[in-house]
């Protein structure tokens, strides 16, 4: 296509300069993503290992992935997860479908129209992009795209579950949305243009003839949408045979009638007008060149912005496929990890999912947030003792329940971030209360090195906290029985008869023993009934606890012991939580 005022030299130019400047970019932000996955690390140990290492053992499982057993396994992470989102599908149907749509009418159109040089050309010989079917194709795949775009943001303003919308989002959107109605300007005033028709003419036909001319201009009118110089002109039956003739000699071979397009058609009967007064080529190449525009900065913007994920979440989804069933060696499971933070499209699905998001607004922490979490070690913005303390919060409070891990699209191993940040943390002396907590005190057992450290400390602090225990003789009726919330909520305490059918139920004591535990579950209760708050927190007992509810359930009296249990440890955590000093990083 020639616009008004250029050659074709001049237009072939600028269009290759353009492409050329968007695609280093591109190509630059991702050799500088790529350059993280083998020079960065999530923790020191990670950092500490050589590039070359990486790069090693990564392409190692590259050859196994591609040309070994693997194989299987990452065709399917590439076709099931990959293009058919299917853990997406699991998780959200309607986002599933907004995906789906967004990417199955987008990808057609870049492989077929956008790369229709190298593409469609090379598998059908006789591709015109003005012959059918490819114009009605374009309008479909232009359609579906945006209906796509247009259900994410339904989704984002009156779904059910209204998801934040960053301006990353909204980016992402409207360049996809841009890209396409732009194209489909570019068609609609192509349509009416008589500066396009007599630009073909010169350039198919002899512009000479203008009889010729002439006729075919009227059919062109009359049937293919064409701006009349004259409105309402009318055209003779001889005149119409004559230019029918030409077109058939001339024309049918390219160009197919444009009603075949009918969202392109539609849109250009609206233009008509414009087409007629100014000719259409100022029309044509303001749409043209900012159709070009803006794919071209969407182009160099993808290595920056949320569609990253375009390029890198296929590469975490074959990967996590491929070591589903074996470890992988350090180096590259150190590529994995950095390859994971880049993965990120920040869905905000395993959020969602959390067993423990809820407590997000409850402590004020939104790091306890996996998505959250996630995106605060990939920038690294935690950086001063108060943030580091929200986020080994956040890892702390983390049930590793594995929901995140499943539901995440992108494939991510957020477990094993997780466990590897938690641990990096603990080692820098970082600490805190929920540690005290069954998840912690199995974290201990499983990491002696970082977290028996943590819980020594914390319970140091703890017995620091509550010294004073032993002194106390208060009746539960006073202060304390007002801490607990009254019999309402505990449920008659003091109706225990100590026939110790609670500590005999009790997992914990079963397994371990009184040995460490300091009061068993009876006891505790005892405690309460005397107003001893500080003996039972300071009781590892308390800590221990599972919350499995057996006590409670397996009372003849009906004490609701695992709801005091409860009580005491939230009213514990927060004098503790008041209490502890800040850790220096």
């Given at each position: ?51 070359g ?9 590259v ?49 077929l129209?956008?790369?229709?040089g ?164 100022g ?49 590259a ?15 905000g ?41 929200k ?119 079963s ?12 006891q ?6 005397l107003g001893?708050?500080?003996?039972v ?5 308390l ?41 220096e990083?």
């Amino acid at each position: 296509m020639v616009t008004a005022g250029w050659n074709a030299r001049e237009e072939s130019m600028t269009f290759n300069t353009l492409l050329t400047i968007s695609l280093a970019i591109c190509a630059g932000g991702l050799l500088w993503r790529a350059r993280r996955w083998f020079a960065g690390g999530v923790t020191q140990a990670d950092r500490e290992l050589s590039a070359g290492a990486r790069i090693r053992h990564a392409g190692s499982a590259v050859l196994k992935a591609l040309f070994g057993a693997k194989i299987i396994a990452a065709t399917k992470g590439l076709v099931v997860d990959g293009l058919l989102q299917m853990r997406l599908y699991r998780a959200d149907r309607l986002r599933w479908l907004a995906h789906i749509l967004i990417f199955w009418g987008f990808i057609p159109l870049l492989a077929l129209h956008a790369m229709d040089g190298v593409v469609t050309m090379k598998l059908f010989p006789s591709y015109y992009s003005t012959l059918d079917p490819w114009p009605f194709l374009r309008d479909l795949f232009g359609v579906i795209t945006l209906a796509g775009v247009g259900l994410a943001i339904y989704r984002r303003i009156a779904g059910r579950s209204r998801m934040k919308t960053t301006a990353m989002d909204a980016v992402a959107l409207g360049l996809i949305a841009a890209v396409v109605l732009s194209g489909f300007i570019v068609k609609a005033a192509k349509i009416p243009s008589r500066s396009e028709f007599h630009s073909m003419v010169e350039e198919f036909y002899d512009p000479t003839a203008t009889e010729d001319v002439a006729a075919l201009e009227a059919l062109w009118v009359e049937e293919y949408g064409l701006a009349a110089e004259t409105p309402g002109a009318a055209y003779s039956q001889e005149q119409l045979a004559l230019g029918r003739e030409v077109n058939e000699y001339s024309c049918v071979y390219c160009h197919s009638k444009p009603q075949s397009a009918p969202v392109s058609y539609a849109i250009s009967r609206a233009l008509t007008p414009v087409s007629r007064d100014a000719d259409g080529g100022g029309l044509v190449a303001i749409s043209y060149w900012l159709h070009v525009l803006v794919f071209f900065g969407g182009l160099a913007w993808l290595p920056f912005g949320k569609m990253r994920h375009a390029v890198t979440s296929p590469l975490s989804l074959i990967a996590e496929r491929c070591s589903k069933d074996e470890s992988p060696s350090e180096p590259a499971l150190a590529v994995k990890r950095m390859l994971s933070l880049d993965a990120c499209m920040q869905c905000g699905l395993c959020s969602d999912t959390c067993s423990v998001g809820v407590t997000a607004c409850m402590f004020h922490n939104r790091n306890i947030l996996p998505s959250v979490k996630l995106a605060s070690i990939s920038s690294g913005t935690a950086s001063n003792n108060e943030d580091l303390a929200k986020l080994f919060e956040g890892l702390t409070v983390c049930t590793d329940c594995l929901r995140c891990t499943g539901v995440c699209p992108a494939g991510i191993n957020l477990q094993d971030i997780w466990d590897a940040v938690r641990q990096e943390m603990s080692a820098r002396g970082l600490t805190d209360v929920y540690a005290l907590s069954p998840l912690g005190i199995h974290r201990a057992q499983a990491f002696p090195d970082t977290f028996h450290a943590v819980q020594e400390s914390l319970e140091a602090q703890r017995g620091g906290a509550f010294a004073q225990a032993t002194e106390k003789t208060v009746h539960a009726a006073g202060a304390f029985g007002g801490m607990l919330g009254g019999s309402g909520e505990t449920g008659g305490f003091n109706l225990c008869f100590n026939c110790k059918t609670c500590t005999s139920s009790c997992p914990v004591v079963s397994l371990q023993g009184m040995d460490g535990l300091g009061l068993a579950p009876h006891q505790i209760i005892h405690a309460t009934a005397l107003g001893l708050d500080d003996l039972v927190a300071s009781s590892r007992m308390l800590w221990a606890c599972l919350g499995c509810y057996r006590c409670q359930e397996n009372c003849p009296q009906g004490v609701r012991v695992a709801d005091v249990l409860y009580i005491h440890k939230n009213n514990a955590l927060a004098r503790m939580k008041g209490a502890l000093p800040k850790k220096e990083s």
